[in-house]
């Protein structure tokens, strides 16, 4: 299968390690084509097929910015879209209109989708292998309990107050940046979200071999990871009471080491990209079966929804430096097409 992949190039490399020929596009220098502006789909395809790439499917994974897809309802092509960060962008509800099938990250958003008729499924998030080191190759465990996410996001801004709050009684080491070199050293690894969502950083500190003090929450979690493969979870942004579950799990060491050694198994045998890749390949498989690229009525249908997605997207940028992009998707969602002169620089 000839997959085209849009935005984030997440499970890229577990679908060629299948057999897949995968192009990218998106923001990345090191894709295929890299773009900072969004792509009517004909212009796409033009662009692709150039260079000498025909693909069979298109793959919209989520990166957290803009849309680079202007009328994905008009692909030629079965497509698939995959909403990873819903909880920050409604947006994507009325979007996903334009695609074959939508994959929702979070569990608890899938209603969202399909109590509009959309065909959308559970997705879980999950870890890059190639982001973690293999079993038995970690560091020596030196470090008691370790944070590693971005502190003062205006998405979370009780982050850095439960950080801090949780360290006056807990040993805490808090970075910002790359999360390997800190997890393969951390005996416990301290995740707060932003949303109570299950995030990537659930199965990258258990895939590193740290065992995990996450926020009690919904979104699948114990479906996801049992009890046994994780230690208790605490009350949302209560510091004390995670502080105590972490003190209680340093003071034995071997339950500590158990439960982590539990959770590395139950991620790298259940939830790495090739385990996603697989189940990506199915869905897609199950739309050649099931649904062939949408049909002009239903392009003709989804069309309003999509437009209402670049409204609902326009009224949110409203600093300064987004001014130009918030004209541009003003003007799609009015049904306008905007000239090449006219789009954000």
Request: some cysteine.
């Amino acid at each position: 299968m000839r997959i085209l992949n849009i935005g984030a190039p997440l499970l890229v490399q577990a679908l060629q390690r299948f057999g897949q020929d995968v192009f990218t596009v998106g923001t990345d220098q090191k894709l295929s084509l890299t773009t900072d502006h969004p792509f009517y789909v004909a212009r796409l395809l033009a662009k692709v097929q150039s260079l000498g790439f025909q693909p069979d499917v298109l793959f919209y994974c989520d990166q957290g910015n803009l849309p680079l897809l202007l009328d994905p309802e008009n692909l030629p092509i079965p497509s698939i879209w995959y909403s990873i960060d819903t909880y920050c962008n409604p947006w994507h509800i009325p979007y996903a209109h334009g695609f074959d099938a939508t994959l929702v990250a979070q569990k608890d958003f899938v209603p969202l989708f399909t109590q509009e008729g959309l065909r959308a499924f559970w997705f879980p998030l999950f870890c890059q292998t190639s982001l973690v080191p293999a079993p038995g190759q970690g560091l020596e465990r030196d470090v008691p309990v370790a944070f590693v996410g971005n502190i003062g996001h205006k998405n979370n801004p009780q982050r850095g107050p439960f950080l801090q709050a949780f360290r006056a009684l807990a040993p805490l080491v808090i970075h910002c940046g790359a999360f390997v070199p800190l997890f393969s050293r951390a005996k416990i690894v301290l995740n707060q979200t932003a949303f109570s969502e299950v995030n990537f950083r659930c199965f990258e500190a258990m895939a590193c071999g740290a065992a995990l003090l996450m926020e009690r929450c919904g979104n699948g979690l114990l479906e996801l990871i049992g009890h046994d493969e994780m230690l208790p979870t605490y009350t949302r942004n209560d510091a004390r009471q995670a502080a105590a579950i972490a003190n209680q799990a340093l003071s034995d060491p071997a339950r500590l080491a158990d439960i982590a050694k539990a959770g590395q198994n139950a991620v790298l045998s259940r939830h790495t990209d090739r385990h996603r890749a697989q189940s990506l390949i199915k869905h897609f498989q199950n739309l050649d079966h099931d649904t062939r690229p949408m049909p002009s009525e239903r392009r003709k249908a989804a069309s309003p929804f999509v437009r209402a997605a670049f409204g609902i997207l326009s009224s949110e940028l409203t600093c300064a430096e987004m001014r130009s992009y918030q004209h541009f998707f003003a003007e799609i969602a009015q049904g306008h097409r905007p000239k090449k002169s006219e789009q954000p620089s």
